[in-house]
């Protein structure tokens, strides 16, 4: 399997589509927790070869993780979903390359060669990175030698503004997430645990390129729960029974009295949760 351009035009970033096989042996969220903080040289020293470098507008790092497998064909790719007057989200879930126009490669993974492979893809727009090789063949022989290949990605391009935080909840049962940058509907109860999945490398981390650190500092675009997932779940009642959906959230039919849950908690109709998760499932559903 594989698609004709490298979008990104660097010969160090591989951006052809990841077999699921190897993607799903990456490490699950719920095991990744403290993996950042049990690295903090390493974090601080690929951060700082990014600064020194003064790419920190091309690239960032972000902790390797999934949180669903992926089916045999499929790819994880995040878009952005405008909604216009709205909140935009940002919907990931799983797609087929080949009918996935403009995908390009987000979150990569240090090789032994010194390149680069991606991972997770992107649909959103990217630009010629092709003046940077040098640049990501010394960021994949650090990752290597400091031996943080399974803890620490390169993001060529974060999707996500450097002015937001963003929280991710999954649909599980479409093996796909949200992020959102406004997660004042999410129920309150389980913001006591995330992960910090991505930082940006910020001019003063330049020091930290070549030697000792202090820790780890959190800057942060994304941030993911972790133990306590937000999970949504969706059903149908049709004549009296109340049954759970299939990957195919809607079962190929708009669907009657759809109900849509958050760790339990109902999404009211006409709130912005609802309005998110549906459309979320109904992009899921035709892709």
């Known amino acids: 399997m594989s ?3 490298n979008p990104l035009n660097n010969g160090r970033l591989h951006e052809g589509p990841l077999p699921s096989a190897e993607y799903n042996k ?11 903080a049990n690295n903090s040289k390493a974090h601080a020293i690929l951060l700082g070869v990014i600064a ?12 390797v993780h999934k949180h669903f497998d992926l089916s045999e064909g499929r790819v994880m790719v995040y878009e952005t979903v405008q909604r216009g007057s709205h909140e935009d989200f940002i919907l990931c879930s ?3 390359p080949q009918k996935t126009p403009n ?3 987000l979150y990569f993974k240090a090789a032994l060669d010194g390149t680069m492979v991606a991972y997770e893809f992107t649909t959103d727009p990217g630009i010629d990175l092709s003046t940077h090789e040098d640049f990501v063949a010394m960021f994949a022989t650090a990752v290597i030698e400091l031996g943080v290949q399974d803890i620490f990605a390169l993001t ?9 935080v963003f929280t991710e909840f999954e649909l599980g049962q479409v093996g796909s997430t949200v992020l959102v940058s406004d997660a004042s509907w999410l129920p309150p109860q389980d913001v006591k645990t995330a992960t910090t999945t991505d930082w940006l490398a910020t001019a003063d981390y330049a020091q930290y390129a070549d030697g000792s650190v202090p820790g780890i500092i959190q800057l942060k675009c994304t941030s993911t729960r972790s133990g306590a997932h937000y999970n949504v779940t969706c059903s149908t009642t049709r004549n009296g029974s109340h049954l759970g959906h299939a990957r195919d959230p809607f079962s190929g039919q708009p669907p009657q009295d759809n109900v849509l849950n958050i760790n339990g908690e109902v999404l009211q109709e006409g709130t912005e949760g609802h309005a998110i998760v549906s459309q979320a499932l109904q992009m899921i559903a035709v892709s």
């Open 103 to 105: 995908m390009r490669g």
């Open 94 to 96: 799983p797609r087929i």
């Open 52 to 63: 020194a470098h003064g790419l920190a507008d091309k690239f960032s790092i972000h902790l």
């Open 156 to 164: 060529a391009l974060s999707i996500c503004p450097t002015n937001k």
């Open 26 to 36: 990456l490490p699950h969220i719920d095991n990744m927790a403290d993996a950042a």
């Open 3 to 5: 698609l004709p351009l």
